[in-house]
């Protein structure tokens, strides 16, 4: 016990060690057929290969190929695609975008997330109530939510039009740039509020109860305490929604973008993801659209291992 | 000079209509080892709780020195609190733990950094200060809430149950170790806990719960030797003190159809619970027919399980005292303690001091 303890071993030697080790005696009995397992595993198996690699491995093939728009052949160019597409100034114009709409709604989502579960989480009376309340929000659609953001912000009905107009603003959703993108990201982060709220106070509550009357005793001021003592606890869960709101606000705000940009004059703000439908759906340059995707997929990657690689080590799991 | 006084304290929750802590007065002077001991459900940690302020106290008054302190928040209060479960912060090392409550407090770095020092001295923590908790046993982990206590100098020390997640011989020896931190530091101690063994040997005096109440207020050994009811009879003392029926008439005590001469003045008269330590039987020529049940050999004594006329009774005899089926036994002259069938008080004069208000000595 007067030992200290031996330096945290490598990250890599580490998960060699792991896949090394000889399986518990316990669970290799489990199954005495070395088939039966994978069988158990097949229907997931399927469904991610079917649905993801596949899909995974043809974006990146046809990224490589020009395709006729009919469908009757294809072309070899090479990088040719991802060329035109980092070279195009719409492109990097609408990356651009996607970025400033990222941060904005997972910092926004995140952050208003975490203020109502912390006041939610000193209520006491009539607390299922507002939980129910809080968390309905997550059950409905992403289209619907689109459609009830786009009524919103109707430009004949919408209340919140009527709101800005007492405040000068004569806001014009789907006309002017910077008012679509402002509506696009108030619905994106009213969609995402919940899940992350559900999260952060359940997090909250796996805070021992005792840890935090140890911290009013110790600390008189509110905030201090919640900087000092109830976020770092809450980090393993902060991280987590980091890299699911993240992945939320590029690719599943499509619906969102969908509704609010749909059947409108041009010079509405996009992210990559919807630039990919078009171009690749509507515009049928499935090339194009494809080395378009194989990038997106790899600035997520990056940004992922980014996280994993420098947030992670900060994060205390308890 | 610090002293806490409770002045009438009651507790009650919202939504209940009883009192789960009611009409507790309590004066405690500086330097002592108080200990709430009671049954779980008994109110104890709730009084503590409101000493520390991290419950609201209903009603009455709670005095911390010469503050008021029913509205002053629990940083504020001057006291330290060591919890059963430890809480200590996992995201800190010990050091940081230990520093965190000073910190707070804008204590100059080098203060802190000596007390820290000092705490680890005290407690043997000097090789584990860098380590997080998780990395710790126990054991330490206990050392580590106690030294967050000591760093803060309070005006007192609050122990909710803080052994009671160790195991058996642990507990025995963090037990000496909190009784002498606390005898070298002089701080007030409120240390709550259900284990009686626990109270007797923490103890300067010890306080008796019963169900928001309090029973008996006393040191260990008055209230081992003159209990004031027959709850605090049955809670203080291992094994528990018998509580067998009777009868008083005249300077006779009966038990069923057995009789026994009293060598004092008789308390009362007609039906009463009459109650004796283990200790206090003994074979003898003549008295009660005590028939054998079973036998706990404990090393250092044999608890002999029986009964007479049909009522439950423990002996405690020294270990090589022989046993038989079936004996005589009589109680020791002056050991028998009286209480009313009804309410469970003490009768007689030997009681002490009333239980009703006012400061206990």
């Known amino acids: 016990m007067t030992d200290l303890p031996a ?35 097949l229907p997931q198996l399927a469904v991610i290969v079917v649905f993801f690699y596949w899909p995974s491995v043809q974006a990146i093939t046809s990224s490589f190929y020009i395709e006729d728009p009919f469908g009757f052949g294809s072309t070899f160019v090479g990088m040719e695609n991802y060329g035109d597409a980092l070279g195009s100034a719409e492109y990097r114009r609408i990356a651009g975008f996607t970025a400033f709409f990222t941060v ?15 006041k939610a989480d000193k209520v006491i009376r009539g607390r299922s109530a507002y939980r129910t309340a809080l968390i309905s929000v997550y059950a409905i659609a992403p289209p619907v939510a689109g459609l009830m953001g786009m009524m919103l912000f109707d430009q004949h009905i919408g209340p919140f039009v009527k709101l800005a107009g007492w405040f000068g603003w004569d806001m014009k959703v789907g006309l002017n740039y910077w008012d679509t993108a402002f509506a696009m990201i108030v619905v994106s982060v009213w969609k995402q509020v919940p899940y992350n709220f559900i999260f952060f106070l359940s997090g909250l509550q796996g805070i021992p109860a005792a840890v935090r009357e140890a911290a009013v005793i110790d600390c008189k001021n509110g905030l201090r305490r919640f900087a000092g003592i109830t976020l770092p606890l809450l980090a393993p869960t902060g991280f987590f929604l980091l890299i699911i709101n993240i992945t939320y606000a ?47 997929m790899l600035v997520v990657l990056v940004l992922t291992l980014v996280q994993f690689r420098y947030l992670e080590r900060r994060v205390h799991y308890g | 000079m610090a002293s806490i006084e409770i002045l009438n304290v009651s507790k009650t929750y919202p939504g209940s209509a009883a009192r789960s802590v009611t009409g507790i007065d309590l004066t405690i002077r500086d330097g002592e080892f108080i200990v709430l001991v009671g049954p779980s459900g008994c109110g104890k940690s709730t009084l503590l709780r409101m000493v520390a302020g991290l419950e609201d106290i209903s009603e009455g008054e709670v005095r911390i020195g010469d503050r008021r302190v029913n509205d002053v ?26 520093a965190y409550g000073l910190k707070n407090r804008r204590t100059p770095a080098a ?142 005590l009966r038990i069923g159809g057995a009789a026994l001469p009293l060598d004092a003045p008789a308390p009362a008269q007609g039906p009463v619970t009459l109650g004796i330590r283990a200790e206090h039987l003994h074979r003898a020529a003549s008295g009660l027919s005590f028939s054998v049940d079973f036998i706990e050999e404990l090393g250092a004594q044999r608890l002999v399980h029986g009964h007479v006329e049909g009522q439950p009774l423990t002996l405690a005899l020294p270990p090589d005292a022989p046993v038989a089926d079936s004996m005589v036994i009589a109680p020791a002259p002056g050991a028998l303690h009286f209480f009313d069938t009804a309410s469970g008080q003490r009768l007689g004069a030997a009681a002490p001091a009333p239980r009703a208000k006012g400061v206990f000595a």
Do not use: C
């Open chain 2, 111 to 252: 203060e802190i950094e000596a007390r820290v020092a000092e705490a680890a001295r005290m407690l043997e923590l000097g090789p584990y200060l860098d380590r997080k908790p998780r990395a710790l046993s126990g054991g330490q982990r206990q050392r580590v809430a106690m030294g967050r206590a000591v760093v803060r100098q309070p005006a007192a020390f609050l122990f909710d149950e803080p052994l009671s997640n160790l195991d058996a011989k642990l507990r025995v020896s963090m037990r000496g170790e909190i009784r002498r931190l606390q005898r070298r530091l002089g701080t007030i101690s409120i240390y709550v806990t259900h284990d009686q063994l626990e109270a007797m040997t923490l103890a300067d005096r010890l306080v008796v719960l019963n169900a928001g109440r309090i029973e008996q207020v006393g040191a260990p050994l008055e209230i081992y030797h003159q209990p004031a009811s027959t709850f605090v009879a049955s809670f203080i003392g291992s094994p528990a003190m018998n509580l067998i029926d009777a009868e008083l008439s005249g300077s006779q």
């Open chain 1, 250 to 296: 590029l690719f599943d705000t499509f619906a969102v973008i969908d509704v609010m940009v749909k059947d409108k004059p041009a010079n509405n703000p996009i992210t990559l993801v919807y630039k990919v439908y078009l171009d690749g759906f509507r515009g049928n340059d499935i090339g194009g659209s494809s080395a378009q995707s194989v990038i997106l």
């Open chain 1, 7 to 41: 330096p945290p071993l490598p990250r890599l030697a580490r998960l060699r060690a792991r896949f090394l080790a000889a399986p518990e005696p316990a669970k290799r009995v489990q199954f005495d057929r070395p088939l039966l397992p994978w069988l158990f595993l």
């Open chain 1, 104 to 118: 904005m709604v997972t910092a926004l989502a995140l952050g208003l997330g975490l203020l109502l579960a912390v």
């Open chain 2, 73 to 98: 928040d629990p940083a504020d209060r001057d006291i330290a609190m060591v919890f059963q479960n430890y809480a200590l912060y996992p995201h800190m090392t010990v050091r940081e733990n230990m």
